[in-house]
């Protein structure tokens, strides 16, 4: 039904190209501000769709492809592409025809592309893009000799400024075709023969369209001869079949594997050669010279690091000040409030409840924002490829890829762009390893946490004279959690998903300068999320708190009596035997029970139950900080926290699963309840252990 | 011209290199030759820094690790 009425109402048009050929910034050219989902920082993983408005004012449904260099799928994000391209999935339409985005300046390995969509018969326009980076490197690219050679209509663009997106959109109006020049590269004869015949079994038994069959019977012939993968999804007719073709092409000398793809790139070559100039060239580019420095073993590893040292120094001192703002603003709409309305529970309830949870998470924006505008610029320039081939001889070390790190410096931002970022990887284990440690990174929402306990309870000292304690301390909490995610992926590959060490293979695309409107963009778009989500979930969850916290009321009780009584009160005091081990109070336990959803609720939920209590005994005035920091238990005199409780709590939040979110899409991307499920208890165990730990060793050096 | 072949691990910085043969599992060398390592293609050197080097193939550098490159038999031209 969907189908049909996408499909009747408006055209519906794919991009796809190789990774890095500028598909995504062609894409936001064509499309505008006319976007139905974000784009995360790492890689286009998400399904992007767009409308393209032509110049009669007719539209055209506009899809983003995930990069691919092949139809031939290795990862779960190249198998998205090639299903949608053959019509395979139900959530999505054929498309009508598909613009391919070939870099020029990278013509065989991008028409090895071309050469498979025009095999599989597909309507097909090719974007050349990038012509002028091409050219500086020496190589002029003839459109219309490109074009007869391939049959298929070819438009220059230069995307990133614009260039020849018109044209393209005139293009994309006119009659799109099949390309008439289909298989045009000859394979010996002998295997030409053999796929013939295996196309004729297979359109037989399977029912398959030529182009479809031609594709399958490709694949069964560079199969490893076990066939092992294939048993379940072809008739035994169709494997007998490829069982001889096996034996007789082995026996001929002939290498299954490589024949199609050298074969394929022979006539590559002959397209390039008739359609292309190239100038000799100096061998080193700038890129080159940048990546002896970059990649260097010592000095590369050093830069990097040094990097993130400055990423995160820059998000505490330059967020500062515009945190400031935002805690002042609200503090002085909660004051205007209270002079304008009568006394009340409503009053209350706005003040205490909505205005002071809210204003306590929207405080971290200016810090969310800014770290989101480093990871954006690190992905803009080229530089995120260089750190995972820097980091993979890291990650070598605990049997995972260099590519399994873009996932966890993305979860340092947000652990559900980084599990989405896994698709990327090609085996299936890595990419099960990678999703169940990359939330013990710290994500952004941590970060919240984190700054309260350090701002409230490590003293302002220095140390050497440049490293500031509340500095080192941030830098440690990260530290632990890089630490256990790499140990714990070390653990998960020698035990659970055994594997061997994978491959290293990938394309390093040239530095250049970050473009300020796609950076702006991420950042925006992401800080828009954090935002949305304070406005809605976290306002929702402050009333509500704020509710348990305030009722049932007994008359004449102090305010700390009030709350030991109230609902939030009971609560925590009910799990206060579990935390008790762990040096946490009843009231550390409401704000435990509360972010078991989301972690900023901590935060919120202290900056409620605190207001609540302190607008009766006229601190209203002190920051939350202060506030948590004079607290002390009625009865005992003792502390609620003290330097050894927030340390406790920090690594607590380093370790502990409390993410509803992540935990959905670790269910979406695994299909199923057991990963996320093994991952909620082996994250929730060993932050108990650990936190157990800190805080009996932490007991033993104070006493 | 044409010397035994050699590992591409083994290849000083610079110097450009015929592929013979590649001898990893089937999938590895697949996807090798898509990003266009493929039997008899011309590719160089640009940096090999004990363990991971970057290869100019095609006019796009590719980072590989090390023990990648000592399945890739070349030999220089």
């Known amino acids: 039904m969907f189908r049909e009425k996408i499909q009747s109402t408006t055209r519906y048009v794919a991009i796809i190209g190789n990774p890095n050929a500028g598909k995504t910034t062609l894409f936001n050219a064509l499309t505008g501000m006319r976007q139905k989902v974000a784009n995360y920082p790492g890689v286009t993983v998400e399904k992007k769709e767009g409308k393209v408005i032509f110049n009669n004012g007719d539209s055209a449904t506009l899809l983003d492809l995930p990069g691919t260099y092949s139809l031939t799928a290795n990862s779960p994000d190249e198998k998205i592409a090639t299903d949608i391209l053959f019509g395979r999935t139900s959530h999505t339409p054929l498309p009508e025809f598909v613009i391919c985005v070939v870099d020029a300046s990278n013509l065989e390995r991008n028409l090895y592309l071309v050469s498979q969509i025009i095999d599989h018969h597909t309507p097909l326009i090719i974007a050349l893009n990038m012509i002028d980076a091409a050219e500086k490197s020496g190589m002029i690219v003839n459109a219309q000799k490109l074009s007869d050679e391939l049959g298929v209509k070819v438009v220059a663009t230069i995307a990133n400024k614009g260039i020849g997106i018109d044209e393209l959109k005139t293009a994309m109006q006119s009659h799109i075709t099949v390309s008439q020049k289909a298989r045009q590269w000859s394979l010996p004869n002998v295997v030409k023969e053999e796929c013939r015949e295996l196309q004729t079994i297979l359109q037989d038994a399977h029912h398959l369209s030529e182009p479809d069959s031609f594709h399958e019977a490709i694949q069964l012939l560079t199969a490893a001869s076990a066939l092992n993968e294939h048993q379940d999804r072809y008739a035994p007719e169709v494997l007998e079949h490829v069982k001889k073709d096996h034996e007789h092409l082995d026996i001929l000398g002939i290498d299954r594997q490589s024949v199609f793809i050298e074969s394929r790139y022979e006539w590559i070559k002959h397209v390039c050669e008739i359609s292309r100039q190239m100038k000799p060239q100096a061998l080193e580019t700038t890129s080159d010279k940048i990546d002896k420095v970059l990649t260097h073993k010592i000095f590369g590893f050093m830069i990097f690091i040094a990097l993130m040292a400055m990423m995160f120094q820059a998000i505490f001192s330059w967020a500062n000040a515009p945190m400031e703002w935002i805690g002042e603003g609200f503090t002085a709409l909660g004051a205007r409030v209270t002079a304008v309305m009568p006394a009340g529970d409503l009053r209350d309830l706005i003040v205490n409840g909505a205005l002071a949870g809210v204003g306590a998470v929207v405080t971290f924006l200016p810090q969310i924002f800014f770290l989101f505008l480093f990871l954006g610029i690190l992905e803009d320039t080229g530089y995120m490829a260089r750190a995972a081939f820097i980091m993979d001889r890291m990650m070598s070390k605990v049997g995972l890829h260099g590519k399994s790190f873009i996932p966890m410096l993305s979860s340092f931002a947000c652990a559900i762009p980084g599990i989405m970022a896994t698709r990327t990887i090609e085996n299936r284990k890595d990419r099960l390893v990678t999703m169940l440690v990359s939330p013990l990174i710290s994500c952004s929402a941590r970060l919240p946490v984190y700054a309260l306990m350090i701002a409230a309870f490590i003293p302002q000292k220095k140390l050497l004279g440049f490293f500031s304690l509340p500095g080192l301390t941030l830098v440690s909490m990260y530290l632990l959690g890089l630490v256990a995610a790499l140990t714990f992926a070390w653990i998960f590959k020698k035990t659970l998903l055994k594997g061997e060490t994978p491959a290293f293979i990938m394309e390093l695309p040239p530095y250049k300068l970050p473009s300020l409107k796609s950076v702006v963009m991420h950042t925006w778009e992401r800080s828009y999320l954090f935002l949305k989500r304070a406005g809605t979930f976290i306002l929702g969850v402050s009333i509500v708190l704020w509710f348990l916290a305030t009722y049932p009321k007994i008359e004449n009780a102090t305010p700390a009596q009030q709350l030991q009584q109230s609902f ?136 | 011209m044409e010397i035994s072949p050699r590992s591409l691990s083994e290849i000083p910085v610079g110097k450009r290199v015929r592929i013979h043969q590649l001898e990893s599992k089937p999938e590895v060398c697949n996807r090798l030759r898509e990003l266009g390592f493929c039997e008899n293609a011309i590719i160089r050197c640009v940096i090999n820094g004990e363990g991971n080097l970057i290869c100019e193939v095609c006019n796009t550098r590719v980072g590989l690790n090390h023990s990648i490159a000592q399945t890739i038999k070349v030999s220089i031209v």
């Not at chain 1, 929730?684 to 800190?694: D, E, K, N, P, R």
């Open chain 1, 568 to 703: 939030a009160g009971q609560a925590g005091h009910l799990i206060e035997p579990v935390i008790k081990p762990l040096g946490f109070n009843w009231k550390i336990g409401i704000g435990l029970i509360g972010s078991i959803l989301q972690r900023e609720v901590f935060v919120s939920t202290m900056g409620t139950i605190y207001n609540i209590k302190d607008a009766k005994t006229g601190e209203a005035n002190l920051s939350l900080r202060q506030k948590m920091h004079n607290d002390v238990d009625p009865l005992t005199g003792a502390p609620t926290f003290t330097i050894l409780t927030a340390i406790c709590l920090m690594v607590y939040y380093v370790l502990a699963m409390q993410c509803m979110s992540t935990v959905a899409v670790v269910h979406r991307e695994t299909n199923s309840w057991r990963w996320p499920i093994f991952q909620i208890g082996y994250m929730t165990a060993l932050a108990y252990g650990m936190t157990f730990i800190v805080y009996r060793v932490g007991l033993l050096l104070i006493a």
